[in-house]
């Protein structure tokens, strides 16, 4: 049942809606269990102030269940209130408003690596919405840079069951597991040594070399500024010749050093 509109935030409006009427998601329950000392912070928060309308909860509108705000649900009823505000969304599909919900926690949290890959393990990473690299989309949604979000992907794909278990009881952190599998992917796959082989050494045909910059040059001799195209040859070929040939090559040619 609801209760007549109370109040209007910018475009969006705000309702109040009883506290028992409520509708609950395993889904959505699940994904940020409630913190007692958070729900008690609350609690005594709306017996000094009342509820703070700033941060109603919010509905997915189309299926009328609690997406974000179980906390301060719970905390709404064990202060007794009747009533509490509430803001409606709406969503095509129930992993877009997954990613709403958790876009708002992550945001809203200084979250630990545990409660982190908890969450990211509930999402699609090969569908996420918005721009740009897997990566870059799953940074933007969890407020975390994109190397942490490469990490994340990385330990998700390749972590066995029991390096998982770990992570999500906090004993062990998503870096130190993204340092084990690259420790093992580098003992797997060593780096090969390079095969290579030195540079050999040019050798130039001195006067065939001569013969072809003079037909070159006769060929170009009608263009306006053939000397700097030439010129431009010409300092190309210093850098791959020595000295001594070069200078030789400038005199068959009759040039100067600064043509």
């Known amino acids: 049942m609801f209760i007549p509109k109370r109040k209007k935030k910018g475009a969006e409006t705000q309702l109040q809606r009883r506290v028992q009427e409520i509708k609950l998601d395993p889904t959505f329950k699940s994904l940020f269990p409630i913190n007692k000392s958070v729900q008690e912070t609350i609690e005594a928060s709306i017996r000094k102030e009342g509820f703070n309308e700033e941060f109603p909860l919010v509905i997915w509108k189309e299926k ?28 095509k599909e129930k992993q877009d408003a997954i990613d709403y919900a958790l876009t708002l926690q992550f945001h809203r949290r200084n979250l630990q690596d545990s409660d982190l890959f908890s969450f990211i393990l509930t999402l699609d990473t090969d569908n996420l919405p918005g721009p740009g690299r897997k990566q870059e989309r799953l940074a933007r949604i969890c407020g975390i840079s994109t190397t942490k979000a490469v990490r994340i992907l990385k330990v998700k794909k390749e972590c066995t069951e029991s390096q998982k278990a770990k992570i999500l009881e906090g004993t062990l952190s998503v870096n130190s597991i993204y340092n084990k599998l690259a420790k093992s992917r580098n003992h797997v796959n060593p780096r090969k040594k390079s095969s290579h082989k030195p540079q050999q ?3 130039f045909d001195e006067k065939q070399l001569l013969n ?37 090559l400038m005199d068959e040619l009759q040039l100067e050093e600064n043509i």
């Open 201 to 203: 050494k040019i050798v």
């Open 212 to 248: 072809n910059l003079c037909l070159w040059r006769d060929e170009i001799d009608t263009i306006s500024n053939w000397e700097s195209v030439f010129s431009i040859r010409l300092n190309t070929i210093k850098k791959l010749l020595p000295e001594s040939t070069y200078v030789n």
């Open 64 to 91: 009328d269940i609690l997406i974000d705000g179980h906390t301060r649900l719970a905390a709404a009823k064990a202060t007794g209130l009747k009533t509490i505000p509430v803001s409606y969304k709406s969503f």
